[in-house]
């Protein structure tokens, strides 16, 4: 019953299984290995995008920072909702790969109003006093479980770049999302006006590799100088290579995703069930909003079950509603959901 | 007859195994698992400093601008000699670390001269209007195959330490150099008064990964701090740890890099016999540099030897003597060498 | 009928008495000169605050940024209100000087209510992933011409202090406030909790100077670094000096100060009478903001008036309300702010 | 006797005279007032470039910062001599406002030698790893007193733009180089392949004020953005541009600088009579390195002489050799000059 987060379950085989398969003989370092640059060609295929500049990292910190760098100057502000992760859970890092620039945060949920954005966009620039315009950050799926449609992602587009600024996608649950809306990533990035999208493997079965797609392929040498002086260039780039390949291999990222959001829904329609728990979000991708009882978390927990409240389970009145994040992993089992939902049914 | 770096051989079969056995069940993310704290304590105890604060990163090039930063200030100079990887190799990566330090430049050689540092000490600082003193890095082996003996780095970190400087330890090589010098890593470091050391894997064995030793645990919540706003914290980090669970494991690390300096002797050997090959150094670890006329270069390179030169070998006078430097993995094969040897035997 | 803002007069006579007393002879450069020296002890005087490390700069965005970072790491967050100053109208500077630190906006005022500040500080930090609390910029008289009770600003500075947090007051119109209280400067900073306070000359007659001072003089060296690094260090710093010297003797400050606040009670009482005006804040030092109808702003304008409004005066519906602020300069003359009042009386 | 700097003297009366007519009434900030757009547009005639971006800041700091800043990004490398003032004097503020570029030091000597650039661009940049090419920074007159002349100038912009490279100007003592070579300042600059200079005013009679002159208008927007956000731009513009217009009026600038190296010759001159004294340079500008014992040092400071030598006067041999630098402002008496003169001599 652990629902803590999508980075802390086990990784597929067919992810060790590539990283086995990569680790035989000798190979260039940082990334001019011939496994590295047949991935870059299968994420151009996949994305429909014959063109672009396509780097792997890490951590979904380095590939969001060092791709909004690559668009932001550090007199400028980045437009991105209060919830952001870029925001709420990188310790500065965006400002400090921009060299300083502000986070400008737009109404107060985690989807943006295409009207508030617009008069965020209006209120910011102007004269030299101010931070300027710099780029539009939309999280797909967002930090909340939402997912923007893709006329909703091609209107926030459109309004960017009526202002002329640079559409960033972060997508760490980019395939969830992908998936939900059964739309290709040609369609979720380029296809809807996104300039750079993070398309993010590690909660979605990888140890750690995200890949950073630039549409615009003049972004790639200046990307690839901040990667490396971020520290973020690995000299065994084999092995960040071989992950993204096991992870294109027969659609294994679709699978995933599929899972992970399946459980979701399966825990959604067991809670749904349950009179005490009030369902926050109406789950499109592998996260759950929820309040209830904190006796009834206090109960799952004494049962083992580990995920994120927004209150001491323990202290407190039994009966406040509570709230709480529970994020399915791909590889959570059924029995586990299952197990949850009953221990909070009895309760 | 792959020479070119320690970083473009496979890791051994124990790193695999250690990330298949890590591959189970759920852990919490970013080093809260209870294998990196295992992985810490087994740290700590091979350093004999029970207090030290331990992290990993992915890259040297993040160990070693983490830990300069934790140490150096903005308007600070760091003491490097000139073809040290941390000012040739990083792409300004320590500036950007450190919010834009100086590298002042030490000698001319890759060994400090303990007369020349004290004298670009002494010339550092002194008014508002200089750059301040910063810290001293060291980096043991050389990046010229060269290694310090104990009396020597003691001697350099007293020279620090009497000018309030700390020391820190690039060892991106520590393992070849601990093995050649035949002691232990606490005598390496903070025996001879070193105060933060890098505990490289990647260039011995391991995917990518590397320890960061701070001797003053005071300094571990602003490296923790550091290492999450530049992307370098790992929501997985159990598989970091998996890599230097497997590497410390019946002292691995020593094993993989007495194989690689053994390889390196007898890549030695062989060439000591062969007149028209002059080695630029006595090799101590596992790096050969040597010239020798370009036509010899041409020849192994047509037999497939692979490895950087000073100068293109297929274009230019054949008897003009070319530089080159030539790393040998843990992994290369005895039976490589040998053939590079006779090859150049023969030319 | 110039009223866009207090940068805009001359200066009075005895600034440039002062810059030609100081002009004369031969002095040590970068602020080692006697004048310099003595306009420190008389600033350290004035505040009775005998051990404060006082520095001066010319502009207030640098003597803002240089205190802030001071205090303030790149991951930490600085608690503001949306107006002030550091948010709105240095392009990004503190970000710049602190290396990349986040303003957190706290309310929707332009003054602190405490609760929010509390709320503010309470969600912020408290793991690696966030940002870090820094410190509380509270601006004194505010942007919009308000100004703290000495009361409010002791709660203030309890309340960061009590989450250990430092205290920087923006003191670009100090002395407007410091005159509307009628408390010493001591009063108005340490003696409230303030630590580092910035005592503005710029926007009450001088050329540019302003004073920065630290309570803790540990802060000392690292500000002049800062100041120098950021070539904020004049080398003739004498006729900084000369002119804090200037506005220091026989309280010149504060009687500029009064004479603009006067000016700017004067305005106020003069809009008073007329119906159509609405005053939007009753005014506490020179600002003033109202509301009136689009075509008394136009009548204003063609007779010369000058200052900032929210939305164009000549074109759009002459009935709508349109905002405006008006600034009074120690030396706008009283017959000019009649002039105003009496065309819009007219009008 | 003051040969310190000359960053010691006073203004002349013409200076003062300038701010006093600049002196009344109310003008719009920021340097939108008409003063301000008249010296920019008087720099831009003197400079024979009429579409130049010119700006004026408070310091050289400043105006060198900014303008490398401009054209250099986080991963070049600055190419510039030892003792550039750069790289020697501003605590690492190129550094910081470049966002962590490196300066790459070229020779030993204050001046290029075109070689020697060319082999230090050339081991530039190349791949990821290594610091790319970013700018040349040439002093004139050199921290030294030595000038270039306009052919050598020439020759090191040509080699800059072969290598696509743009090439900054540090102008802190730019009227007395121009003076010496007696040519104009578009000579000096843009007809010798100059990108950027900085026309400095602050060693040469101001207050503080030095005008950035970008020959590439396309820059203009982005130095504001940089000027503001590093807190130098100057709400009270006028007294910046009123210093600037009694500095151009009538050829002020020439006729100071003419007086300060005239009395550098003078000095060099009665310094060649003495036996004693070894001159180190044939001064060009008002700068005059020399050696002579220490005794004679000595004798001079007891009798009120005040300049920087490079080891302390009163203790050690008497007659060993100390170094020194002389520097004459226009302000020092030629009396005060020979005095100096004839206590070495009789000594």
Redesign the interface.
């Known amino acids: 019953m652990?629902f803590?987060?999508d980075?802390?379950?086990?990784?597929p085989q067919q992810i060790?299984d590539a990283?086995?398969q990569a680790?035989?003989?000798?190979?260039?370092?940082?990334g001019n290995d011939d496994l590295s640059r047949e991935v870059a060609g299968q994420l151009r295929d996949l994305f429909e995008a014959p063109e672009a500049a396509v780097s792997l990292?890490?951590?979904?910190?380095?590939?969001n920072?060092?791709a909004l760098a690559s668009f932001v100057?550090?007199?400028?502000a980045i437009f991105c909702t209060p919830p952001a992760h870029i925001e709420?859970?990188?310790?500065?890092?965006p400002?400090?790969?921009?060299?300083?620039?502000?986070?400008r945060?737009v109404g107060e949920s985690d989807k943006f109003d295409p009207a508030e954005l617009e008069a965020a966009i209006k209120g910011t620039g102007g004269s030299?006093?101010?931070?300027?315009r710099g780029a539009v950050s939309i999280t797909q799926a967002t930090e909340k479980g939402h997912i923007y449609s893709l006329e909703e992602l091609r209107a926030l587009c459109d309004l960017a770049h009526a202002h002329k600024l640079p559409v960033h996608l972060d997508g760490a649950r980019f395939a969830n999302a992908c998936v939900a809306l059964d739309c290709t990533p040609a369609e979720m990035t380029w296809k809807a006006g996104v300039d750079v999208a993070v398309f993010g493997g590690?909660?979605n079965g990888l140890?750690?590799v995200e890949a950073v797609i630039f549409f615009d392929p003049g972004k790639a040498w200046e990307f690839?100088?901040?990667r490396?002086?971020?520290?973020?260039?690995?000299?065994?780039h084999r092995?960040l290579a071989a992950q993204m390949h096991g992870y294109l291999r027969e659609g294994l990222w679709r699978d995933l995703a599929e899972k992970a959001n399946a459980k979701g829904a399966r825990l959604a329609e067991g809670l749904r069930g349950i009179e005490a728990v009030r369902l926050k979000n109406d789950p499109q991708v592998n996260m759950i909003f929820l309040e209830m009882p904190r006796r009834l978390h206090a109960r799952a927990f004494e049962a083992g079950a580990?995920y994120y409240t927004h209150a001491d389970v323990t202290e407190g009145d039994p009966d406040e509603m509570v709230g709480a994040r529970l994020v399915t992993?791909w590889s959570?089992a059924d029995a586990e959901i299952d197990r949850y939902v009953d221990i909070l049914k009895r309760a």
């Not at 980075?7 to 990784?11: I, K």
């Not at 680790?23 to 940082?30: A, L, M, R």
């Not at 490396?228 to 065994?236: D, E, I, T």
């Open positions: 652990f803590a987060s980075n802390s379950g086990p990784v060790l990283l086995t680790n035989h003989g000798f190979t260039p370092g940082y990292v890490a951590t979904g910190s380095a590939a920072c060092l100057q550090p007199w400028d709420e859970d990188e310790c500065n890092g400002e400090f790969y921009t060299g300083g620039a502000k986070l945060l030299v006093h101010n931070a300027q590690t909660k140890m750690g690839e100088l901040r490396k002086r971020g520290g973020h260039l690995f000299s065994k092995y580990y992993d959570v």
